[in-house]
Antibody, heavy 119, light 110 residues
Framework: QVQLVESGGGVVQPGRSLRLSCAASGFTFSSYAMHWVRQAPDKGLEWVAVISDDGRHKDYVDSVKGRFTISRDDSENTLYLHMNRLSAEDTAVYYC????????????WGQGTLVFVSS | QSALTQPASVSGSPGQSITISCTGTSGDVGLYNLVSWYQQEPGKVPKLIIYEVNRRPSGVSSRFSGSKSGSTASLTISGLQAEDQSDYYCFSYATTSPYVFGTGTRVTVL
């Protein structure tokens, strides 16, 4: 079955960088656009970034543009989120999620990885 | 891109029907039939319950239904049950963002 497993979260100081990974299995990874969604403690869901199935197209929420980079390695069935210049506002659980482009709906989610930005 | 607007909370008694609104703009909800809804229990991963405004994934209860009028989408839960107590989020494709979630609604079963 479809499985998405995030890793790479942890405690990081403000201004530092972190890379999140999402290992995918159970489906043809290269056929799907993939997203990162985050949820700050006791807050709502926030869409963060998308990468197209072929990796050519990427987009970000305004608050992370220029700081975060989404990428994928289809040979390893892995999605990444490179996060630079982290601030307290980036503290959240980060989920990777698979989207079906035709429906624009997330049909599979990972369990999430917590990023805590604190000095 | 601002979040889609949802009521912070909605409550109802078991057996009743409740409706959660999701108000966007002519650039997202009003333009595309690509609205989806997610149920999130405390500490759990979101679960897709409605896609393309009113379609239910396999395995989702028929008590959940979706609709749209203009720039406002709605999720209706019929025959409210204790297990429906969760947070609910709408989500839409948008011309600018290009994706946006709603602010979220906490459903309480009285």
């Amino acid at each position: 079955q479809v499985q998405l497993v995030e890793s790479g979260g942890g405690v990081v100081q403000p201004g530092r960088s972190l890379r999140l990974s999402c290992a995918a299995s159970g489906f043809t990874f290269s056929s799907y656009a993939m997203h990162w969604v985050r949820q700050a403690p006791d807050k709502g869901l926030e869409w963060v970034a998308v990468i197209s199935d072929d990796g050519r197209h990427k987009d970000y929420v305004d608050s992370v543009k220029g700081r975060f980079t989404i990428s994928r390695d289809d040979s390893e069935n892995t999605l990444y989120l490179h996060m630079n210049r982290l601030s307290a506002e980036d503290t959240a659980v980060y989920y990777c999620a698979r989207i079906t482009t035709a429906t624009a709906a997330f049909d599979s989610w990972g369990q999430g990885t917590l990023v805590f930005v604190s000095s | 891109q601002s979040a889609l607007t949802q009521p912070a909370s909605v409550s109802g008694s078991p057996g009743q029907s409740i409706t959660i609104s999701c108000t966007g703009t002519s650039g997202d909800v009003g333009l595309y039939n690509l609205v989806s809804w997610y149920q999130q229990e405390p500490g759990k991963v979101p679960k897709l319950i409605i896609y393309e405004v009113n379609r239910r994934p396999s395995g989702v209860s028929s008590r959940f239904s979706g609709s749209k009028s203009g720039s406002t989408a709605s999720l209706t839960i019929s025959g409210l049950q204790a297990e429906d107590q969760s947070d609910y989020y709408c989500f839409s494709y948008a011309t600018t963002s290009p994706y946006v979630f709603g602010t979220g609604t906490r459903v309480t079963v009285l």
